[in-house]
């Protein structure tokens, strides 16, 4: 069964404090891995996609990693603006999306 | 920007009556997902349409949820009876096949049942 672990569950940071979100997977023949921003009472909003291991994605403050087991979110002096529920998610060979539970950012000025 | 549209936002009904959400997806996205999101987890996968057709509904509770899409457009998610348990968001969603660019949301509706 495929499964997706992501932590810490919350995170507090100051406004310009760089940090890591991180998400192990465990799926069988990984098709992308994917990071998706939650604001509350919204939809989750994709930001990226990531299909090989060593591969890296940037958007604004936000750069996406991933290994052979993980996936990173390193955000680079965020902003309240920043702050949502950062979500992960991966699709396995059944080309099914297993998320987990998400990690809630607050970015205090 | 091309969104996917859901409604109604919120909706609050009674245990054991019925209740329908609706989804219309992108233009050309063949592919429609019905999520189930409880607070604070990830969302769950109901049911995923290719056109027409469902592909996967092995997580979808089939004695009370139900799902159509008739013409490969848009789609209707119903409940029959509601129970306390499934008060959640639920997010409808669509991509292209391939999916590479992700899937993508539409707001969601909130479903209360009381």
């Known amino acids: 069964e495929d499964q997706v672990t992501q932590s810490p569950e919350a995170l507090r940071l100051q406004e310009g404090e760089s940090s890591s979100l991180n998400c192990s997977y465990t799926?069988?023949?990984?098709?992308?891995l994917f990071w998706y921003r939650q604001d509350p009472g919204k939809g989750p909003e994709f930001l990226f996609t990531l299909y090989s291991a060593g591969e890296e994605k940037e958007k604004e403050r936000l750069k996406a990693t991933l290994t052979k087991k993980e996936s990173f979110l390193h955000i680079t002096a965020p902003k309240p603006e920043d702050s949502a529920t950062y979500l992960c998610?991966?699709?396995?060979?059944?080309?099914?999306?297993?998320f987990g539970k998400g990690t809630l950012l607050t970015v205090n000025p | 920007e091309a969104e996917v549209a859901q409604s109604p936002r919120y909706k609050i009904t009674e245990k054991s009556q019925a209740v329908a959400f609706w989804c219309d997806p992108i233009?050309?996205?063949?592919?429609l997902y019905w999520y189930r999101q409880i607070l604070g987890q990830g969302p769950e996968l109901l049911v995923q349409?290719?056109?027409?057709?469902?592909?996967?509904d092995s997580q979808l509770p089939k004695d009370r949820f139900s799902a159509e899409r008739l013409k490969g457009v848009d789609s209707t998610l119903k409940i029959q009876p509601a129970e306390l348990g499934d008060s959640a968001m639920y997010l409808c969603?669509?991509?292209?096949?391939?999916?590479?660019?992700?899937?993508?949301f539409g707001s969601g509706t909130r479903l209360t049942v009381v």
């Open positions: 969603a669509s991509s292209l096949v391939d999916a590479g660019n992700g899937y993508t």
């Open positions: 349409f290719q056109d027409e057709s469902v592909v996967d």
């Open positions: 998610a991966a699709r396995g060979s059944n080309y099914k999306l297993t």
């Open positions: 233009s050309g996205h063949a592919t």
């Open positions: 799926v069988s023949g990984l098709r992308g």
